[in-house]
T-cell receptor, first 116, second 112 residues
Framework: GAVVSQHPSRVICKSGTSVKIECRSL??????MFWYRQFPKKSLMLMAT?????????EQGVEKDKFLINHASLTLSTLTVTSAHPEDSSFYIC????????????FGSGTQLSVL | GQSLEQPSEVTAVEGAIVQMNCTYQ??????LSWYQQHDGGAPTFLSY????GLEETGRFSSFLSRSDSYGYLLLQELQMKDSASYFC?????????????FGTGTRLQVFP
């Protein structure tokens, strides 16, 4: 099956610093990747759609200057949380699909961000 | 607005059958999917319904009624490892975008 790799799995940082999270599709090309945020025992909230070679599409209420998304290649998307604050602490998950193959989304293992 | 409602928690015993419901209200509808997520893990795909009716995959079955904006996931012969959160998700834009809106999730606890 398709594999999506996400790194790091856990990061602790000081308030005011920036954190970059990588999402890679290992055995397929993903023209579109999605970034979700999840609070404990809550649903997955779509933050943005990452499109290879173009600007990301952000959901309403998500600050594009706070959450920078870059989709530089067909296998890599990155999410950078800039000037992180404690309220940004959350579980961030990426996903990708094999467009035109099936309806499944394949998820990375997630990144637990803790901002002190 | 968009909403997908699921019961927050369901409990059952090993070997039993459990049904988890999902009612949705979205601007568009192009299919209902189900995902399983264990604590701290990544969601994994279980099932997909584009048309009305029942889809069966081993112990898992998923049902859709578009006229009722309703679907459910049925798990048979429950096992301890089935304890997890289950999310329904709607594709609210045409095929090709793969953007999903996730439901509130149902936490299933299976007891011996």
């Amino acid at each position: 099956g398709a594999v999506v790799s996400q790194h790091p799995s856990r990061v602790i940082c000081k308030s005011g610093t920036s954190v970059k999270i990588e999402c890679r599709s290992l055995d397929f090309q993903a023209t579109t990747m999605f970034w979700y945020r999840q609070f404990p025992k809550k649903s997955l909230m779509l933050m943005a759609t990452s499109n290879e070679g173009s600007k990301a599409t952000y959901e309403q209420g998500v600050e594009k200057d706070k959450f920078l998304i870059n989709h530089a290649s067909l296998t890599l998307s990155t999410l950078t949380v800039t000037s992180a604050h404690p309220e940004d602490s959350s579980f961030y998950i990426c996903s990708a699909s094999r467009a035109g193959v099936d309806e499944k989304l394949f998820f990375g293992s997630g990144t637990q961000l803790s901002v002190l | 607005g968009q909403s997908l409602e699921q019961p927050s928690e369901v409990t059952a015993v090993e070997g039993a059958i459990v049904q988890m419901n999902c009612t949705y209200q979205t601007s568009g509808f192009y299919g209902l999917s189900w995902y399983q997520q264990h604590d701290g893990g990544a969601p994994t795909f279980l099932s997909y319904n584009a048309l009305d009716g029942l889809e069966e995959t081993g112990r898992f079955s998923s049902f859709l009624s578009r006229s009722d904006s309703y679907g459910y996931l049925l798990l048979q012969e429950l096992q301890m490892k089935d304890s997890a959160s289950y999310f329904c998700a709607v594709r609210d834009t045409p095929v090709g975008t793969d953007k999903l809106i996730f439901g509130t999730g149902t936490r299933l606890q299976v007891f011996p």
